[in-house]
């Protein structure tokens, strides 16, 4: 999860979220060198005595400063395709979790299984354990095997929302009358957080989602206590 002085992303959880944090590292790069390139260049102008200053045309690094950033465009620009692509990428997921936003509160159900329906809301300041993260726990948590292909379903009731969790690299919009759909695979176990990222009223901050990642064993016998 987030913790503090966290200036990057979370652990990832997910194959995607990995990918995710490949891309965002392969992109800072190129940044880092163009940055450098042009502050470079700016200083060394600063610096320099105007001596081409009578130049009027040099067709070959206009060909190269012309080229040069479409190569790195379509550097950067073919990574994320492919990322947007796997984002959308689903086969057989075997578990589907249906989660409907609410202002202001999170709504899950589990129809595989018998009809589970519960709702999910933020643990106020006063009623959480000292090991326990203010406004992030939750009252009902909803867990999911790992290891697992499952599927994700987002929609709302009232206005939008968005459910997000970092570290699995899941945002999904919640708009009202969409079912929207995502893919959960997590390759291990944990608590993992997140929070309504569309701003949807008064109490937005306030319905985080809180997602325990447990074996399929634990998940089977979480599901019978229903
Ligand atoms: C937001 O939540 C707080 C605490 O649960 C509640 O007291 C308040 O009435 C809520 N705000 C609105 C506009 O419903
Ligand atoms: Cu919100």
Not at 43 to 68: A, D, F
Not at 154 to 162: A, G, L, M, P, R
Request: hydrophobic fraction near 50%; include cysteine.
């Amino acid at each position: 999860m987030a913790t503090w002085k966290m200036i990057s992303f979370q652990d990832a959880v997910s194959p995607v979220m990995e990918q995710l944090i490949m891309f965002h590292d392969h992109t800072m790069m190129i940044l880092i060198m163009i940055t450098t390139t042009v502050i470079y260049m700016m200083i060394s102008l600063m610096l320099s005595k105007i001596n081409n200053r009578m130049l009027l045309e040099g067709q070959m690094i206009e060909l190269i400063w012309t080229i040069m950033p479409a190569v790195l465009l379509i550097i950067i620009a073919l990574p994320s395709l492919k990322i947007l692509y796997m984002l959308d990428e689903m086969n057989k997921p075997l578990i589907t979790l249906k989660a409907i936003g609410h202002q202001w509160f999170w709504s899950y159900e589990y129809s595989d299984f018998k009809k589970i329906e519960f709702e999910s809301y933020m643990k106020q300041t006063n009623d959480i354990n000292n090991n326990e993260f203010r406004l992030l726990e939750v009252d009902n948590r909803i867990a999911m095997p790992f290891n697992v292909k499952s599927r994700i379903l987002v929609t709302s009731y009232d206005v939008i929302h968005s459910w997000t969790i970092p570290a699995l690299g899941i945002k999904i919009d919640a708009s009202p009358g969409r079912i929207n759909q995502g893919s959960i695979f997590m390759t291990r176990p944990g608590l993992f957080f997140g929070q309504c990222s569309e701003i949807c009223g008064a109490n937005h901050s306030f319905m985080p989602i809180t997602l325990e990642s447990i074996d399929m064993k634990s998940f089977m016998e979480w599901i019978k206590k229903f």
